[in-house]
């Protein structure tokens, strides 16, 4: 019987083509919105803890409350022995350190004035040793624009938009103007060996990429860093786990007092109101998804009951040569079940590619971020998820079916002369 409703199916293009059209667009735009939507959310996530929060963070007590200003006269001291602790006990994530500074960065000429100088933003991390993945996890080969990384000490990346604004040079010498962690004014001379560009406008700004090992030195730092950051592998966050740890590690170091150099570890979702964004952006998205599948599968419940109304003339043909009113509705219902599944096996299949275009190339908002100081790419990309294969065959298979079923209804209504009489109209 199958093999006979699709050869019906494809015969008769007035009963299969415009169901099967209205099938396709629905569920490859529902894949496109779903992909879309977890790309974004996805990409946010990502960005916030390769680049500031890390999967968990640990600071000191006092850092922790104003951390906006930088603070790193309240940095963590002890440093190796503090790390070597943290790889002990949580073995399974990789902890590396970071210092974040603020200054100014000057560019000198060749009398030594000042020839262009600008405010800087800066980030010290392990650049030089053997061992460090700060380079793969930051991406920063690929973000790399003019020059190499880093090689020795002294040496830092700009932001290529820095440098252009400042008219830098690979090769030529900057000297950073900031303040020490005990308060005294500290100058010092680098050069740059490169330029980076993240693709991010809060980043790509006016940010200074040093060793930090460079930075203790210039800060009077010695054997301290701002924070410690934590990754799980692969860096796929785990909230559930991420929570256990930092209330295992809390209640550990708490001391009972309110030292402002106590360590204090926090999750991703606990910074920077990531959680709350986080929460609300995820019920937003939710609502949109659903609120558009249902509507979607108004419209296709919609095309089943007229598809279905519109042939009553020719079940009334068929009862008339002696099918039986039950034969009619279950095969109605199975070429119903037919359209759906090859209208959502295609749609599926365009959104799915559609979407994989996306997550490969995505769409440029740069122009929309001028401005922002929120880490957030300027190519936003879709990103597909298991439920993306699946998904569109919920309301493509199940509004058309139900809808047909509606619409079959009236057949066990209506008498067979009344149906066939609707031939004529």
Do not use: C
Not at 312 to 318: A, Q, S, W
Not at 368 to 387: C, D, E, K, V, Y
């Amino acid at each position: 019987m199958i093999r006979f409703l699709l050869k019906g199916l494809i015969r008769d293009r007035h009963r299969s083509l415009f169901p099967v059209m209205v099938v396709t667009v629905g569920v490859t735009v529902a894949i496109l919105m779903q992909t879309f939507m977890h790309g974004v959310m996805d990409d946010m996530v990502r960005s916030n803890a390769k680049l500031d929060t890390g999967h968990l963070k640990v600071t000191t007590l006092g850092y922790r409350e104003i951390a906006r200003q930088m603070p790193n006269d309240l940095s963590i001291s002890g440093i190796d022995r503090f790390l070597r602790g943290l790889e002990t006990d949580y073995p399974r994530l990789e902890w590396t350190t970071r210092i974040k500074f603020g200054g100014i960065l000057d560019i000198p000429d060749e009398a030594g004035e000042t020839r262009s100088q600008g405010p800087a933003i800066g980030l010290a991390i392990d650049l030089l040793s053997e061992k460090t993945r700060e380079i793969k996890r930051l991406q920063l080969a690929e973000a790399l624009v003019r020059g190499r990384l880093p090689a020795d000490a002294g040496e830092v990346l700009i932001s290529d938009e820095f440098a252009h604004r400042l008219g830098a040079e690979i090769g030529e010498t900057a000297t950073l103007i900031t303040s020490t962690a005990q308060g005294g004014m500290a100058v010092h001379n680098f050069v740059i060996a490169g330029t980076v560009r993240f693709g991010m406008a809060a980043l790509d700004r006016n940010t200074v990429i040093a060793d930090i090992t460079d930075m203790q030195y210039v800060l009077d730092m010695e054997g301290s860093a701002s924070e410690v950051l934590g990754f799980f592998p692969n860096l796929v966050y785990d909230d559930r786990q991420a929570e256990e740890i930092v209330r295992e590690f809390n209640d550990r170091h708490s001391g009972g007092g309110e030292d402002d150099f106590l360590p204090v570890m926090q999750t991703l979702r606990m910074q920077n109101n990531l959680g709350e964004y986080l929460d609300l952006a995820a019920f937003r998205v939710a609502i949109i998804l659903v609120t558009f599948f249902a509507v979607m599968s108004i419209v296709l419940w919609n095309a089943g009951l007229m598809a279905g109304i519109r042939r009553y003339g020719e079940i009334g043909v068929r009862l008339a040569i002696g099918e039986s009113k039950h034969q009619v509705y279950w095969r109605l219902l199975a070429e119903s079940f037919l359209v759906g599944l090859t209208g959502s096996a295609i749609g599926t299949a365009l959104g799915l590619a559609v979407s994989y275009y996306m997550q490969e190339v995505g769409i440029d908002i740069s122009g929309m971020l001028q401005g922002s100081s929120i880490l957030m790419g300027n190519i936003m990309r879709a990103h597909i998820t298991p439920a993306s294969y699946y998904l569109g065959f919920i309301p493509g298979l199940a509004a058309t079916f139900f809808g047909s079923a509606v619409s079959g209804i009236g057949i066990f209504r209506r008498q067979t002369a009344q149906l066939f009489k609707e031939l004529e109209a």
